[in-house]
């Protein structure tokens, strides 16, 4: 629990300096926060503008999980490493237009309910 709030600190605190970033830069980053827990994925946004992104994929569970995105009807899966307990990863691509679909890789996770789908609308 304790590293759980741990992780909840460093991913907020990771989250407020993004304002500033993405104003001083020409480019606009998008983020988008995704929480994994026994067994379901929450997103802190559930439609985001295309472009450069970070997916921000944290473990608020007990055992070690991990983040796949891909768009629906593309080819490319971009794949985050094993993350464990309380710990967190910032997967970086570039988002099209579409539907994503994001899933736990682990086990029978997906089917347990480790999964979510992210809309991209046109920038
Ligand atoms: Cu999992």
Redesign the pocket.
Known sequence: MRRAALAALVAIAGLAVVPAEAAEGPIKITRVQVS?K??FYALSRRTVASGPAIVQFVNF?E????MRIRRVGGTHTYKTPLVQPGAYFDLELKLQPGRYKLW????N??ALG?KAMLTVRAS
């Open positions: 994994g026994e067994f569970g055992d070690p999980h991990d736990c890789s682990i086990a996770h997906e480790m």
